[in-house]
């Protein structure tokens, strides 16, 4: 239809099109039936994208990389000596995720949730590589993905009730002058809440601590990604922030109606928080509405980059052009859960609005 490619990634805990669970349940429609068959069926050219359930910015942004070029999954020679882990992961060389992909095909990415940080840790390094990997390996052996590749195959980058400045549902629990104990919550959301805390735990592995999902999810760290992860002045960057989260009189924020059960009771606690991190930011009440994971105003924009309100008929590159606030929690994008949603038709119509932009000449 257009001639771009569009190239979904999961966030915390998820599954792609080379995961079993895919063809059972996909990540893009759940119980509502595959959005990529759908959106193919529309003529747009879709594709799921499988990374680390629990894997850290970085290393997601190796598999997304290993996955389009088709080619063995390189974490750095520098990364991986740094972090205590596999320099190589999976080789993708027999199953590219996009058969004919060369690196000059312009590229949708669409990241829900943590996969806002990865498809942004990847559009970073496709463009500049890496200082420290370039100067730790041989030239011979380094991933064209850490020397950049010279021009830019992205178009446009979507983030999806991402966390791009972080989330409080983890810094609430190193605050020492909070009590998350203390926010009243439903008996049976501290069953799912344990739950949902498991599941976004990786498997020990020897690694670093730091190299992982949950730490880049801190405050703290994602400023420092921030401050590391540009806004390329040749893309087209939408950001869409959720919230399911009523403001009470007392300021804090409950959980609407309607919320799946799996974030109730972190969405009460993330409703009351305010306080410091552990790196000394203040965390005022401006972040307390959520969408049940993802504080909104979090999902708006990266600190320190150019923004403005959408416009549809004047989207603007090398700024984000943030959508107004969807009335949903954070799987409303995905299709839910235990409620199903019918996202279909939102889907259709952003990538009918990306597919007519203009890029700069």
Sequence with gaps: MSGLQF????????????????????????????????????????????????????????????????????????????????????D??????????????RLVLLGHSFGGATVRMFSELLAHGDAEERADTPPDEISPLFTGLGNNPIHSIVTLASPMNGSTALDLFRDPDFDPAGVKVPWWSKILARILSMSTKGKPDGRDERDNANYD????????????????????????PCSAAKKQPDGTFLPARGMEPLFVARSRQIGAYSGRTAGGMAVDESWRENDGLVNTVSAMVPTGAPSKPLNRENAECGMWNVFPVVRGDHMWLQGGL????????????????????????
Aim: aromatic letters at 16%; a positive charge.
């Design 7 to 90: 190239v979904f990634v999961h966030g915390l805990s998820g599954w792609g099109s080379y995961d079993k669970t895919y063809r059972r349940m996909p990540y893009w429609g759940m119980r509502g039936g595959d959005l990529m068959a759908f959106l193919r069926e529309k003529g747009f050219d879709c594709y799921a994208a499988s990374v680390s359930p629990a894997g850290s910015a970085w290393d997601r942004a190796c598999e997304l990389y290993a996955q389009l070029a088709g080619t063995r999954t390189d974490y750095g020679k520098a990364h991986s000596a740094a972090y205590r882990h596999d320099r190589y992961g999976r």
């Design 92 to 105: 993708f060389s027999g199953s590219p995720l996009i058969p004919e992909w060369n690196g000059k095909k």
């Design 217 to 240: 999810m801190y405050l703290d760290r994602a400023r420092e990604l921030n401050l590391r992860i540009t806004t390329l002045p040749d893309v087209f960057y939408f950001s869409v």
């Design 338 to 361: 235990m409620h199903r949603h019918d996202i279909r038709s939102f889907y259709l119509d952003l990538l009918t609005m990306i597919s007519e932009l203009k890029a700069p000449a």
